[in-house]
């Protein structure tokens, strides 16, 4: 392990320094613990509530829902795991260390991935941290619902959390350390608040499922669920980065099982609860049939949900669109992305059906980020964990050349493995209104969409490797697992 010159921590209140530069050992002042809490923070909120309320609404039991929920996040967990150990080692996020697999071009793809979870999430938090907000001012204040009201309160957690990540990650830090611990006590006290009401024995629609049958309508839940580890995948380095090289990967990978299982509490949390709403939102529905008391804590948690979720989405898309932009800083970049999220939010939650656009946005997470995960996993094995920190800095620094240049700054075998799998992925998908593959129906309904993906992205990166070997700079000293190398000389850094 290295030795590493610690350095006192920076205060919340100073604007991050860092962009995606390889963070300074002597910097590196985090433990496993606090990507533990950064994780289980952004998770423990009401925009993962909302995931969990999906199975109930598609007619499932609350057993069938629980069951689903908890396969879902057991799932994506596995997927997850190794993406927490890349930041170490290469000391910045994981979009630009996958540039040693996609090439320093190619690794754009994370960040085309990053924007697209970030939108996501940033989105449903605001919106069901705002929604959370309306439905208690009308109950305890007696507030007039309105589309004025709605976007006055987006406005102001949206507001909140571009305020939040412009200072950065210890302030970030900071917010999520509170929601861990606040959230998960006051999420439990759900438990007297509502214990005269819910009953485990819900026994859903059976008749009436939305994918006409069980499994389809479990899976489809299942994956929902999935998704929220899952969008993890392109952020865990932007957090681990602080972490000193030479952790324990064993470490590192507990901190995201830990993390992503303790997210059972929200998820079950919105099986439950969702069995208590009757039509409308459910935040507000929820509202109505909670007691006063209740009330006034579901705006706690709404509020501080809203912002670790918020935060945690748009912190990593805004550091990474400022090396993919020069132009931009990641203060700029940050505003920019949190703007055009906000006008997301207004036209989508006004305009538009919220369950199908979330429903169909956590669908198209899953299949096209999930192969991503499997490349960069396959690739860090392959290459044994080794990588030339300074040569993933070449397209960020304007440059060409370097280790991971491969052809043109992309390196094909990863990047056509990635498209292929992603297209296959969501041919299978069926995520109405939003995607509705053309083979969705060949198995009665069931979606296939991740398992192709996942399959066909491991065999044709694989294979790739095999038929076109990597050129043997692209390794440490003990070159690949995985065939040979190819002998070539290293293109010249300009």
Do not use: C
Not at 46 to 55: C, N
Not at 140 to 166: E, H, K, M, N, P
Not at 293 to 302: C, D, F, H, S
Not at 479 to 485: A, C, F, L, N, Q
């Amino acid at each position: 392990m290295s030795t590493v010159a610690q350095n006192s921590k920076p205060k919340i209140t100073e604007i991050e320094g860092f962009g995606i530069d390889t963070i300074p050992d002597a910097d590196r002042t985090s433990t496993p613990w606090d990507l533990f809490r950064i994780q289980f923070g952004g998770a423990n909120t009401f925009a993962t509530v909302l995931l969990g309320t999906f199975p109930i609404a598609f007619g499932l039991s609350f057993w069938q829902g629980v069951g689903s929920v908890v396969l879902g996040v057991l799932v994506g967990t596995l997927f997850l795991m190794p993406m927490g150990i890349f930041g170490p080692r290469t000391g910045t996020n994981n979009a630009v260390s996958s540039g040693a697999h996609l090439g320093v071009r190619g690794r754009i793809a994370g960040s085309f991935l990053s924007l697209l979870t970030a939108i996501a999430f940033y989105s449903i938090s605001v919106w069901v941290g705002g929604d959370a907000l309306v439905g208690a001012f009308v109950k305890l204040f007696g507030a007039t619902d309105s589309q004025g009201l709605r976007i006055f309160l987006y406005a102001l957690i949206g507001l909140i959390v571009v305020v939040v990540v412009v200072f950065g990650y210890q302030f970030m830090l900071f917010v999520n350390r509170i929601a861990v611990w606040l959230n998960t006590a006051l999420m439990l006290l759900a438990i007297v608040a509502f214990a005269g009401v819910f009953h485990a024995d819900f026994a859903g629609t059976p008749d009436n499922l939305l994918l006409g049958g069980f499994w389809p309508t479990f899976i489809l839940s299942a994956l929902i669920a999935m998704s929220n580890p899952i969008s993890f995948g392109a952020f865990l380095g932007d957090w681990a980065r602080y972490i000193p090289n030479g952790t324990s990967n064993a470490k590192l990978m507990l901190a995201t099982l830990g993390a992503q299982a303790m997210t059972l509490i929200p998820f079950i949390f919105g099986v439950a609860t969702m069995t208590l709403v009757t039509g409308g939102d459910y935040v507000v529905g929820l509202i109505g049939a909670a007691p006063n008391w209740y009330a006034y804590i579901i705006i706690v948690v709404a509020f501080i949900g809203g912002l670790s979720t918020g935060t945690t989405s748009l912190y990593g898309t805004g550091l990474d669109f400022s090396s993919v932009f020069p132009k931009l800083s990641r203060v700029k970049a940050t505003i920019a992305i949190g703007s055009v999220a906000f006008i997301f939010i207004v036209v989508g939650r006004l305009f538009t059906d919220l369950l199908g656009a979330v429903n169909g946005f956590v669908g198209a997470i899953v299949v096209t980020t999930t192969p991503w995960m499997i490349i960069m996993a396959i690739g860090f094995w392959n290459r044994r964990g080794w990588y030339a920190n300074e040569d993933l800095q070449v397209f960020n620094r304007g440059k060409t050349g370097g280790r991971y240049w491969f052809s043109n700054g992309i390196n094909w075998r990863a990047m056509a493995a990635w498209i292929i799998a992603a297209v296959l992925g969501l041919q299978f998908g069926y995520y109405p209104p939003v995607i509705v593959g053309q083979w969705s129906g060949v198995a009665g309904g069931i979606d296939l969409s991740l398992v192709v993906s996942i399959v066909s992205a491991a065999v044709l990166y694989i294979a790739a490797l095999l038929i076109w070997p990597e050129p043997d700079y692209a390794f440490g000293p003990k070159g690949p697992r995985i065939g040979r190398s190819a002998k070539r000389e290293i293109p010249e850094v300009k």
